[in-house]
């Protein structure tokens, strides 16, 4: 399917050539799609069918770590354009972002919460708004996905269509500003009630988006550097396994008169990220600001917080280059898109792979345990069975005989009794986390021993608390055998499919 998938993209691409050459007067190169469309297409079409036809089927066999909702809603399609999503603390200049993003005043900014939804800002030929309801309700916008999550958050989506944007090629999602409710208490690293004052889960649809973003860019307030519990906990659940994606910035740097109080709010980001970021060394953290005369009709300007003319940012010059390089990495997102789109199957494999592989270890050892205790009880009954019979049978033993049978049944039942908690036991232990971590190690010994952090992550991350649920909800003795066959498609395209895939979208 691939090398026929492949030859068609390759005759296209000539084809369109030899139209060019044969009539280039007849035909204008913009009616026609960029070559790199093409792959782009043909990239989405495979990785969309592998998904569908090989992880999709596997997942749900075995309750594995995939997303329901995009296995149960195959004909949903995903967001039409490349897409770059918005997070962090409120306040901490997303909005602002935004604006100056696009050269024109789309959302509105203020230093208190000026906007409780998740706003798409899409290009058009026309300045038009559309309401939750309507845009989720369209299965063609990319959107509808996200009805699963309940009226309370449909109504807080909406999508803000504008004209002459200075970046026609993608779409913004803003999303709603990160704070710590007065219900949820003054303790920043409590994550269990970040979601109650919402109405909707917050972190599940979070999720929802960075999955299918492109870039992602999670703002930090310089008085607010990492201390909410809603970002600590955005960064441990919803962007787990997104770090390739993800742009972490210390925003508004620009408030700072000395270098004293800009290091002092750097190392407290530092510090308070190293608490959920389980790596030796940090990711990288752009610090930055937007120009105050270029915010088109920002009006949260920091003169008014009397602050003196001259600030850090006249002082640092690399601010201003920190912030081209997030404004290129965001342009970089119809680039990306297809990258994504790979990697996102390459990720999504090999934690589908790991978990049916130490599925089915937990599977054959609580089976081997089930039987060698059957086994038993049957030896049991025969042999004692057998002896009666044989003295029964010699007539002069016979009620020696009558009561060796009595006693074997007895001694089966208790055998039988025994062996239901010794199946309990290996039930208990198979689906415990030092189980699963035994298990894991068995099956990936090599991995393990040539240094394969990514799949350590994956485990602990991603794959060993699905994976002690649908043993628990399915039970060890009822997850399906994995076939060799299931197991050769999981591992073609992890060492094939996207081998071929990288080549084609970045052939030099």
């Not at 086994?375 to 057998?386: D, M």
Request: charged content about 20%; some cysteine; proline content about 5%.
């Amino acid at each position: 399917m691939f090398n026929i998938a492949l030859s068609t993209t390759h005759h296209l691409i000539k084809n369109q050539r030899r139209c060019l050459l044969r009539r280039p007067f007849s035909i204008s190169p913009s009616s026609l799609p960029p070559l790199s469309d093409l792959i782009a297409k043909e990239i989405t079409i495979k990785t969309q069918a592998l998904t569908d036809t090989v992880l999709t089927p596997i997942n749900k066999l075995f309750l594995g770590p995939l997303p329901r909702d995009a296995n149960q809603e195959n004909s949903v399609a995903n967001p039409p354009m490349p897409l770059v999503f918005l997070l962090g603390n409120h306040s901490s200049g997303k909005s602002t972002f935004v604006n100056y993003l696009h050269g024109r005043k789309i959302q509105t900014t203020g230093v208190a919460p000026t906007d409780d939804a998740f706003t798409i800002i899409a290009p058009g030929n026309r300045d038009s708004d559309q309401d939750g309801p309507a845009l989720i309700g369209n299965p063609s916008s990319g959107f509808s996905g996200l009805r699963a999550f309940g009226p309370n958050l449909v109504n807080h989506v909406n999508l803000k269509v504008r004209e002459d944007l200075a970046m026609s090629d993608i779409m913004l999602v803003d999303s709603p500003g990160m704070i710590d409710s007065p219900a949820n208490g003054s303790n920043p690293w409590d994550f269990g009630t970040t979601n109650r004052d919402r109405g909707y889960d917050f972190q599940a649809v979070t999720r929802w988006f960075a999955e299918r973003a492109d870039v992602i860019c999670l703002f930090f307030d310089p008085d607010k550097p990492g201390t909410t519990g809603e970002t600590l906990a955005t960064l441990t659940k919803s962007l787990a396994g997104l770090d390739h994606k993800l742009l972490i910035i210390l925003n508004k740097v620009d408030q700072f008169e000395r270098i004293h109080d800009f290091a002092r709010s750097y190392g407290s980001l530092c510090w308070n990220l190293s608490k959920v970021i389980p790596r030796k060394d940090l990711p990288r953290i752009y610090t930055m600001c937007i120009p105050q005369n270029k915010q088109t009709g920002d009006d949260s300007n920091n003169s008014s917080n009397g602050m003196s003319s001259k600030s850090l940012v006249d002082i640092l010059d690399d601010l201003e280059l920190q912030r081209e390089e997030v404004i290129n990495e965001v342009k970089k997102a119809p680039h990306r898109r297809v990258d994504n789109l790979i990697t996102t199957l390459y990720d999504s494999t090999r934690m589908l792979r790991t978990h049916v592989v130490v599925a089915e270890a937990a599977r054959a050892a609580h089976h081997s345990v089930v039987w060698k205790t059957r086994i038993q009880s049957s030896a049991i009954l025969i042999v004692g069975q057998a002896a009666s019979f044989g003295l029964i049978s010699t007539g002069a033993l016979f009620e020696f005989g009558i009561g060796l049978s009595a006693l074997s049944v007895l001694a089966t039942a208790v055998s039988a009794w025994d062996g239901q908690r010794v199946q309990e036991k290996s039930k208990n232990a198979v689906t415990s986390i030092d189980g699963l971590n035994n298990l894991f190690r068995e099956t990936h010994v090599m991995n393990i021993a040539e240094g394969d952090e990514f799949l350590e992550a994956l485990w602990e991350r991603r794959v060993r608390t699905q994976l002690e649920l649908a043993l628990k909800t399915l039970g060890p003795e009822n997850i399906p055998t994995l076939t060799s066959s299931d197991l050769q498609s999981l591992d073609d395209i992890v060492n094939k499919e996207c081998s071929q895939l990288r080549k084609i979208s970045n052939p030099l």
